[in-house]
């Protein structure tokens, strides 16, 4: 089970999941059930509870406005 620090690095250098990554953030959001088939698909460990807390990340990170 991969931690969301660990999967932030992967995204780094793994171009398959930026790809991966694009395709969820071309509509400049992240829907509930695009995340949750998101880390169901890579096994992450985060609940429900951190989606508020990855959405800012990724505002942060600029990936998302």
Do not use: C, W
């Not at 509509?27 to 880390?39: A, R, S, W």
């Amino acid at each position: 089970m991969a931690t969301v620090e660990e999967l932030i690095k992967q995204y780094e250098t793994d171009e398959e999941l930026k790809a991966e990554v694009d395709a969820i953030l071309a509509d400049n959001k992240i829907t509930l059930m695009e995340f949750m088939g998101f880390v169901r698909k890579h096994d992450v460990e985060v609940s429900l509870a951190d989606f508020p807390n990855i959405i800012s990340q990724a505002k942060e990170m600029g990936l998302i406005k």
